[in-house]
């Protein structure tokens, strides 16, 4: 065997896929009894109504340059870009509305802070698939672009609330991109925080931020698909304790935590190096509920309708004291929400005349309160009469989302701390992030650069690395930086 892949989530896949396309014989181990990691799509609340288990709304899989590689729609992927990627509502019942057009933006920002908007993001745009190629990868010394890496890195560096205050003068412009920035599940106070805005904004305006019709299970399985089509095998059903258990193999990719890791790989890895995985940092929690609804979601600002994404937590304000309270230990009493509404988009999600809904909030890692009510309370502010059409809940606290998922170590499922302390080093310092001491073991997870999404760029690379370090083959070549960007909304 030249090749043994633990974990079968989109790393773990997006790893194999370029393993088997650089002609090697590569076999996939899964602990569960289906593939996905966080990209899994199951009936949570009733018959008839799918939700993404984890992993909703793809911005990063569609300007992933290893999956526009790949023949995804032949093997059943079909993207929905709804007509606004994310939706922002206001208290006053207003909403900032992220357009993939630029021009569109002064609809709801105003003339001002369009014109600011376009200014921080239109230079970035013109050479976005160069700029994403740098971004999604290990950090490169030197860049294969220094000045527009430098460009991106004067407003990247900055913490997302100075950023955002100093650019725009609305609330709307400042809350669209606080939120995008409180994805890094970071206090937006805290530098390199506006550069999760920037990419998420910057994903918006190239390619859209699509769903996959059906669910999410449709990319991983379209990945299992491509794999077998290459010659590689999956196994599911097995947990592997220890490497020992294992056929012999000239590599080893692990998708999974760094500990995880550790503890499998046992000592085939020095103990040094593996107190140093031991020791990698897990950021804040995720505390998520699933929703089957009578009915779409009644938000005041009518604009929220037209986004499968919606940021709920008000002004930047009041998303940066969300954020602020979480990174202190505390859940916050109103939360900064994540809203999927795929229903509104997909039709296979839901019976006819019914509705589904996907939020998750941030909360300290592995805490046990229930957020439940302080959720509901939050979207009930921007949506009067949200409960009324509440049909079932699921519900998942960290502890459950670890439970689910091992990679998602205290409810973690961003793959670990973002902060500048760990953002460049992930898992440990060292110049080739995927590699271990031994030649023969790889990190593959989300743990690595660049780091949480669904975009198979954390795979690529450590498959790379194997191919460079073990098999001194090539890796399949990434999409190049000029080739255009996926179909426009509605294609």
Known sequence: MDAIVIGAGPNGLAAAVALAGAGLEVHVVEARDTLGG?????????????????AAIHPTAVIS????????????????????ALAHPLPD???????????????????????????LFAPLLAREGALFGELLGPLRLPPRHP???ARFGLSALRSAAGLARDTFRGDAARSLFGGCAAHAFLPLE???????????ALGAHAAGWPMVRTGSQALVDALAAILRARGGTIETGRAVASLDELPAARAYLFDTAPAAMARIAGDRLPAGFRRRLERFRHGPGAFKIDYALDGP????????????????????????????????????ERPFCLVA????????????????????CHVPPGCDVDMTGRIEAQIERFAPGFRDLVRARAVHA??????????????????????WTQLFTRPVAQLDPYATPSPAIYLCSSSTPPGGGVHGMCGYHAAAAALRRVFQRPAPALATAERAAPPPPGG
Request: aromatic share 8%; charged share 20%; proline share 6%.
């Open 398 to 419: 960290p502890a459950d989302l670890a439970r689910y998922n091992a990679n998602y170590v205290g409810g973690d499922i961003s793959g670990g701390a973002n902060d």
């Open 38 to 54: 966080g990209s899994r799509t199951a009936e949570l609340t009733g018959p008839g109504y799918r939700h993404d288990v984890c």
């Open 65 to 84: 340059p290893f999956f526009r590689t790949l023949p995804l729609a032949e093997h059943g992927v079909t993207w929905i870009y709804p007509e606004v």
């Open 190 to 200: 805290t530098l390199l925080s506006a550069s999760f805005g920037l990419v998420l």
């Open 341 to 360: 509404q795929q229903s509104l988009f997909d039709a296979t999600r839901a019976p006819p005349g019914k509705h589904t809904a996907w939020i998750y």
């Open 297 to 332: 979601i009644p938000w005041k600002a009518p604009g929220a309708a037209l986004a499968a994404t919606v940021h709920v937590g008000g002004t930047l304000d009041e998303v940066a004291e969300s954020e602020r309270v979480v990174s202190r230990d505390a859940p916050a």
């Open 93 to 119: 019942g207003r909403a900032g509305l992220l357009h993939r057009d630029l021009d569109r933006m002064a609809e709801t920002l105003g003339e001002e802070d369009a014109a600011a908007w376009s200014g």
């Open 147 to 149: 000045l527009l890496l």
